[in-house]
Nanobody, 124 residues
């Protein structure tokens, strides 16, 4: 079992930056591949970024590549999403997720544990 708590969302102007954090706890938290997803009103939840359990491999959606960076601090069991050059279309609830299996997965269906979500709003 893994528990996830996100923080760091808020309101920012276009072009600004935010850093989201996801604190993980539980027996397998330190070895779980992790991902960030987002869901805008009226849209399906979509993949944003993922990282393997060692933090050596990262994956990004094309829409955020070059602007967002996922990282993890294994000592703190925390995963981060640094978001730069934010656009109004990045507005969504952002969710942190963890997998039970070791391999990274790029779709929501591959994740077993989810945080409560944190709102990110980018104004134009």
């Amino acid at each position: 079992q893994v528990q996830l708590v996100e923080s760091g969302g808020g309101l920012v102007q276009a072009g600004g930056s935010l850093r989201l954090s996801c604190a993980a706890s539980g027996r397998t938290a330190s070895t779980s591949p992790m991902g960030w997803f987002r869901q805008a009103p009226g849209k399906e939840r979509e993949f944003v970024a993922a990282i393997n359990w060692t933090g050596t491999n990262t994956y990004y959606a094309d829409s955020v590549k070059g602007r967002f960076t996922i990282s993890r601090d294994t000592d703190k069991n925390t995963v981060y999403l640094q978001m730069n050059s934010l656009k109004p279309e990045d507005t969504a609830v952002y969710y942190c997720a963890a997998r039970s299996a070791r391999g990274v997965y790029l779709a929501a269906g591959g994740y077993d544990y989810w945080g409560q979500g944190t709102q990110v709003t980018v104004s134009s």
